[in-house]
């Protein structure tokens, strides 16, 4: 006899936008506006994220490599 797990339901984009504080939700319509007309909340919160993640040094860009030095790693000796 299978056994199945009960598992959390999968939390949507829609409804994590839903969630956000009315300031949040604000900002990210100013975002979605700056970046791209037509652009959903859902796709202005990913690209956000996305954005801030690559700018943190916590996500890898797609080329795999080669991203630099982080911003608190620059100074005037690396400044070529």
């Known amino acids: ?3 199945f797990t009960k598992t ?3 939390a949507s984009l829609a409804n994590l936008t839903r969630a956000l504080p009315n300031d949040i ?3 990210l319509d100013r975002f979605s506006a700056m970046e ?3 652009m959903t909340r859902e796709q202005a919160l990913l690209t956000a994220l996305r ?3 690559l700018s943190r040094g ?3 860009t797609e080329e795999g490599g080669g991203e ?3 911003p608190e790693q620059l100074n005037a000796t ?3």
Do not use: E, H, I
């Open 78 to 80: 690396n400044d070529d």
């Open 36 to 38: 791209g007309a037509g």
């Open 25 to 27: 939700v604000a900002a």
């Open 1 to 3: 006899m299978k056994q």
């Open 51 to 53: 954005t801030w993640a």
């Open 58 to 60: 916590l996500l890898k």
């Open 8 to 10: 959390a339901p999968r």
């Open 68 to 70: 630099g030095l982080r």
